[in-house]
């Protein structure tokens, strides 16, 4: 019963409340007594019984108590020995998400250690050992995840893409990952990727609209016509994709694509009406008078010239005479 004891007084000066040891003690004394017998008859058998019980049971909690307390300091020198050497973590990082955590489990730990929840803290500095290898894990991941979002930029860049609204993102996406929010990290990289194909749509479509506008641009050259309309839609459209506003490149070159097929529209028409007034010509015959095939040598150097205006006024006013000398049957 003496070494019963001494185990509760060692248990005590640990500062533990073990009630279950107390209880044994008591037990253990009353059985010598007889008290805890009806008639007062001592048993120390069962004295010796519980004596032993209550031994085992404090050998037990002081053991498991003095593991608990080895491995908190053991804790607290790894979280030494990991500040130390933090390597290419980020200071923020491993402030957030090692060093506060850490910390924070070893002083719940103690406070588990006090009240012989011996399980609690060693699950709690499980989570300490572990957690540095998994936060450098999450790093490189992440990493890995922020450096994708740099090529995606890098890949828009080489194909002429504006890049800015993408750019923004990544700062954005940057200061999330060096303050270790990597959930962010991975949230915004999802919205680079979708703004990247959608960047790169319209940019594209940009393309193929300037192309269309240019080569009809060069069409109305060729028939030596000229439209300011046509050319101050194209000029805008183009500083409109240097700004990266697709949108608007794309209405402007279709606005200038338009005006120009117009303008070759009409140019084929009025050769198309001359040619068929000089055909009408030679079918009434020599009664026709010099002046309409005048007219029409003046349409057809006006429209070589790109004054289609003129040419459809000659052009008009002849088939109007040519009209007065069709034959009537």
């Known amino acids: 019963m003496d070494e019963l004891r001494a185990v509760v007084e060692e248990v005590r000066e640990l500062g533990l409340d073990v009630p279950e040891l107390d209880e044994m003690l008591l037990g253990s004394i009353e059985a010598i007594e007889g008290l805890s017998d009806v008639n007062l008859v001592p048993s120390f058998a069962d004295a010796a019984k519980i004596a032993v019980e209550g031994l085992e049971r404090g050998q037990e909690i002081i053991s498991s108590f003095h593991a608990a307390s080895d491995a908190i300091g053991k804790a607290e020198d790894l979280i030494r020995e990991e500040y130390k050497n933090q390597g290419d973590i980020h200071g923020n990082v491993f402030q957030h998400l090692i060093l506060s955590p850490s910390l924070d ?69 940057r200061t999330a990952f060096l303050n270790g929010r990597f959930e962010r990290v991975k949230e915004l990289s999802e919205v680079i990727e979708e703004k990247a194909i959608q960047l790169r749509e319209r940019h594209r479509s940009a393309v193929r609209a300037l192309k269309r506008a240019k080569s009809a641009a060069i069409s ?21 994709m240097r700004e990266g506003d697709y949108e608007k ?81």
């Open 220 to 240: 109305i050259e060729k028939i030596n016509a000229k439209s300011d309309e046509a050319h101050e839609a194209l000029v805008e459209a183009c500083m409109s």
């Open 105 to 173: 489990a070893v002083k719940e730990s103690r406070h588990f250690l006090k009240s012989g929840d011996f399980e609690r803290v060693h699950a709690l500095l499980r989570g300490v050992r572990t957690l540095p290898r998994k936060v450098r894990k999450e790093c490189q991941e992440n990493a890995e995840i922020y450096r994708y979002c740099e090529i995606i930029v890098e890949d828009m860049r080489k194909e002429g893409v504006t890049t800015q609204e993408v750019e923004d993102i990544l700062r954005i996406s």
């Open 249 to 329: 490149c794309v209405d402007l070159a279709e606005k200038a694509t338009a005006t120009a097929r117009e303008m070759c529209r009409r140019y084929r028409k009025l050769v198309e009406r001359i040619t068929a007034l000089k055909k009408d010509m030679k079918r009434i015959g020599s009664d026709v008078p010099d002046n309409i095939e005048d007219m029409l040598s003046r349409a057809e150097r006006e429209l070589k010239r790109g004054n289609h205006q003129s040419s459809q006024a000659e052009v008009e006013i002849a088939s109007l005479l040519l009209n007065r000398f069709e034959p009537s049957f």
